[in-house]
């Protein structure tokens, strides 16, 4: 087809717009998912989102960021956040059209009380895991002189004390206890109050570092990482193991993400989504 297409292009001397346009036409007949039209969503089709890893301070950009981009799908299309994580939980069950958006760790929780599968990881920096670090001023080098002091963690308490679990695992009980967990906005925000004087140390991707590295020098060479957790997996897309219609157009309305809406997915500190291999979801059902 495209052989008569250009040869019809050459006799009538057509612009090469033209056949630009024509190839895309033929693109759509065979199939190419680039040039596909977008999925339509009968009903409502809802995304939830609830990341205790994460401490969003803005919920009204981020919904406004993906309804803007879902609403080029149909008017069928809406996100929502959470910062509750028992509000996020009853309605898990009660939508059959909607998928979550939410941490590997909050997954393992779940996975026991609902019948949920993950079907997409995110991805930053070209990885889908990230390990937790956590980085104290050069003073503190042993994690003992840590006992009752401050640390700066930007997830929810549930998952840092988790995280944390996983650092001091081997030390005294009471010295977990007597930490004091205060909440910020940014990863980047738990560094600098370490800096600050504020926290005596930091609990953040390893990704903060190396952000922290390129933009302030000075600052990321008065910190000393004391320990670091198992890797995990980024933010998890999970659909309800019974998959309607709906849910398979929001699986592929999330997955177009990575190339069309990358300043949303920015937001939750992602460059786009992978499927899971066969080992990632064996590691996630363990």
């Given at each position: ?19 630009l ?163 910020v ?28 590295r ?26 309800p ?16 993400m ?13 460059d ?11 590691v996630?059902?363990?």
């Open positions: 087809m495209l052989d008569a297409i250009f040869l019809r292009a050459k006799k009538t001397r057509a612009s090469l717009r033209w056949l346009l024509a190839a895309a036409w033929v693109s759509v007949i065979g199939g190419d998912s680039l040039w596909a039209a977008p999925p339509a969503c009968a009903s409502q089709c809802t995304i939830y989102f609830y990341n205790p890893e994460t401490n969003i301070n803005n919920y009204v950009s981020l919904k406004a960021s993906f309804d803007t981009y879902l609403s080029q799908f149909g008017e069928g299309y809406r996100f929502q956040p959470f910062d509750e994580k028992d509000i996020f939980e009853s309605v898990i069950g009660s939508d059959e059209n909607s998928i979550f958006l939410i941490s590997s760790w909050h997954y393992r929780l779940l996975k026991h009380k609902y019948p949920l599968h993950p079907m997409l990881v995110g991805v930053s920096g070209g990885v889908a895991s990230q390990k937790k670090i956590l980085s104290a001023s050069q003073k503190i080098t042993d994690l003992e002189h840590l006992r009752g002091k401050n640390i700066a963690v930007a997830g929810s308490k549930a998952y840092s004390k988790n995280v944390l679990e996983q650092i001091f695992a081997g030390k005294p009980p009471d010295l977990l206890e007597s930490l004091r967990l205060i909440l906005p940014k990863d980047i925000d738990a560094l600098m109050a370490v800096g600050y004087g504020m926290a005596a140390a930091a609990l953040t991707t390893e990704k903060s570092l190396d952000d922290l390129a933009i302030n020098r000075k600052q990321y060479d008065l910190l000393e990482p004391l320990g670091a957790s198992r890797a995990s997996l980024l933010t998890l897309v999970v659909t193991h019974q998959r309607t219609p709906a849910v398979d157009a929001l699986l592929d309305v999330v997955d177009r990575q190339g069309a809406s990358g300043d949303t997915l920015h937001m939750l500190g992602l786009g989504w992978k499927r899971l291999t066969a080992s990632e979801q064996q996630l059902e363990q």
